[in-house]
Nanobody
Framework: VQLQASGGGLVQTGGSLTISCAAS????????MGWFRQAPGKEREFVAV???????NYRDSVNGRFTISRDSAKKAVNLQMNSLKPEDTATYFC??????????????WGKGTQVTVSS
């Protein structure tokens, strides 16, 4: 398994949650890594990406609330989610691939982790 996501759960509106994605050595050092999400009945959408140098990009609706970071010691990428809203409820998927991690260029997908924000 190249990408292993963890850390999802249930949180109230306004709360915080961190999800993590552990990668293989090769994946972590070769590709940008990031997160997509998919809510029921909706298409999968980009959330955030970080490259090897720490450059980041976010979808507009999470910018300022979510922070993506790299943990080189653990070969993992974390997504710190603050000020969560019910519309953030979705299954979150870790992904790796070349910058800027367009969906068509994703090389590996992790299994999803559920994030549910209650109102």
């Amino acid at each position: 398994v190249q990408l292993q996501a963890s850390g999802g759960g249930l949180v109230q509106t306004g709360g915080s949650l961190t999800i993590s994605c552990a990668a293989s050595e090769r994946t972590f050092t070769s590709y940008s890594m990031g997160w997509f999400r998919q809510a029921p009945g909706k298409e999968r959408e980009f959330v955030a990406v970080i490259n090897w140098s720490g450059r980041t990009n976010y979808r507009d609706s999470v910018n300022g609330r979510f922070t993506i970071s790299r943990d080189s010691a653990k070969k993992a990428v974390n997504l710190q989610m603050n000020s969560l809203k019910p519309e953030d409820t979705a299954t979150y998927f870790c992904a790796s691939g070349p910058w800027p991690l367009a969906p068509r260029n994703v090389r590996s997908w992790g299994k999803g982790t559920q994030v549910t924000v209650s109102s």
